[in-house]
C-alpha cells in the first residue's frame, strides 16, 4: 500500500484539484493506498471539504488537528498516522506535481532505493524569496555536507523502514528535509521543476520561513557557535598584541582627545557581545523546548475509517 501525506491549512481553492490529480495518480499506480490530509487548523472552508471528500472516498482520510502547529508538526502527524508499505510527502498547494508519485514508485521499485527525494531543478518562486531560498539551501547543504540536499523539499518517497526511522526521531525542533538526509539509508532522487502554487499566496510567511531555517540550522549544526568562538579567539591575538604593542609605546596625544575611539571600541565589543549572547540563547531555549517535551500537536478528530 501507498500513503500520501498532504499539510493543508487553509487551501479551500486547492483543494478539489489538488485531490482529483492526487487520486487519479494513485490509481495508475495500480497499488491500494490511502490519502492522509492533515488540516492544520484552517481557518476557510478546507476541512469541511476534506470531510465531503472523506465521507465518498473512505481511501481519503482527514486529521484535524486542534489548532495551527505549522507545516512540520501537520507532516509529523501524518507520518505516525501512515500504514502504507510505502509513504509520500507532498505539499498540498500543487508546488509538487501529484503525477509524480507513479515516477517516483517506479524508481522505488527499481529496489535501489529506501528513500527517494524530489530533486528540484527549478523553482517557481521568484525575487527576493527566491533569493533567501537560494541562501538557506546553500548554506544548509553545506552544513548538512550534502551538495544534493540544496535541491530537496518536503517532496519525497520512503519505504517502511525508512519511516520507521524518521519516526524515531522525536525532537521538537524539525526540519523533515534535514531528518529524512540524516537517518541515511539508500537515498535516490527524482528530478522535477517546482511549479507554482496552484492558487492564493503561500501559506509560509516569510517570518515562518526565517523560523524554518533557523530550526534547520541550529538542530543540525553548531556553526553559528563556532563563528562565535573563532571570532572570539581572533580577537584575543590581536586586541592582545596591540595590548603588548602599546605597553611598550610613549602616549603621543593626551587620552580625553581621543574618547570617541574608545567609546565605539567599547559599543562595539558590547554589540558583538549581545549578539553572541543571542545564539547561545537561541541553542538554550532549544534545548529548554526539548525538556518541556510538550507534545508537537494535538489531534481534534481523526477521520481514518
Ligand atoms: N501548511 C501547513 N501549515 C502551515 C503552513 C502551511 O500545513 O502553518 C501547508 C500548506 O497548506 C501547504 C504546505 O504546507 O500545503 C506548504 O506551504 P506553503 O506553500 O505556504 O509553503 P512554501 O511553498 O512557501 O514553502
Ligand atoms: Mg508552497
Known amino acids: 500500500m501507498i500513503s500520501l501525506v498532504i499539510p493543508i491549512y487553509n487551501e479551500e481553492q486547492v483543494i478539489d484539484e489538488l485531490l482529483r490529480r492526487s487520486l487519479a495518480a494513485l490509481e495508475k499506480t495500480g497499488q491500494a493506498f490511502e490519502v492522509i490530509m492533515v488540516d492544520d487548523g484552517s481557518t476557510d472552508g478546507s476541512l469541511q471539504k476534506l470531510l465531503q ?8 482520510k482527514v486529521l484535524e488537528l486542534s489548532r495551527n502547529f505549522g507545516h512540520q508538526a501537520a507532516f509529523t502527524a501524518g507520518l505516525r498516522q501512515s500504514l502504507g508499505d510505502y509513504t509520500v510527502m507532498m505539499d498540498g498547494d500543487l508546488q509538487d506535481m501529484p503525477e509524480l508519485i507513479g515516477p517516483m514508485y517506479e524508481k522505488m521499485m527499481s529496489g535501489q532505493y529506501d528513500i527517494v527525494n524530489g530533486y528540484r531543478t527549478s523553482r517557481a518562486e521568484t525575487g527576493f524569496r527566491a533569493f533567501l531560498f537560494m541562501v538557506f539551501h546553500k548554506l544548509f547543504a553545506f552544513i548538512l555536507d550534502n551538495r544534493e540536499a540544496e535541491n530537496m523539499g518536503n517532496f519525497s518517497m520512503l519505504n517502511r523502514p525508512a519511516l520507521e526511522a524518521l519516526k524515531q526521531l522525536k525532537e521538537k525542533t524539525r526540519y523533515l528535509p534535514g531528518l529524512r538526509s540524516y537517518v541515511g539509508f539508500r537515498q535516490g532522487s527524482l528530478d522535477y521543476d517546482r511549479e507554482a502554487r496552484a492558487e ?3 501559506k509560509m510567511r ?43 609605546e610613549e602616549p603621543t596625544t593626551p587620552l580625553t582627545h581621543d574618547y570617541k575611539s574608545i567609546l565605539v571600541g567599547l559599543y562595539f565589543l558590547g554589540s558583538v557581545q549581545l549578539a553572541f549572547i543571542g545564539i547561545i540563547g537561541e541553542y538554550v531555549f532549544k534545548g529548554y523546548k526539548e525538556t518541556q517535551n510538550r507534545p508537537m500537536y494535538f489531534v481534534r478528530k481523526a477521520y481514518v475509517d
Open 53 to 60: 471528500v472523506h465521507n465518498e472516498d473512505k481511501r481519503v
Open 206 to 248: 516569510l517570518k515562518h520561513l526565517m523560523g524554518l531555517a533557523a530550526d534547520a540550522i541550529f538542530s543540525f549544526s553548531r556553526l553559528p557557535i563556532k563563528v562565535c568562538f573563532y571570532l572570539g579567539l581572533v580577537g584575543i591575538v590581536v586586541f592582545g598584541l596591540a595590548g603588548i604593542v602599546l605597553l611598550f
Open 200 to 202: 492564493g499566496k503561500a
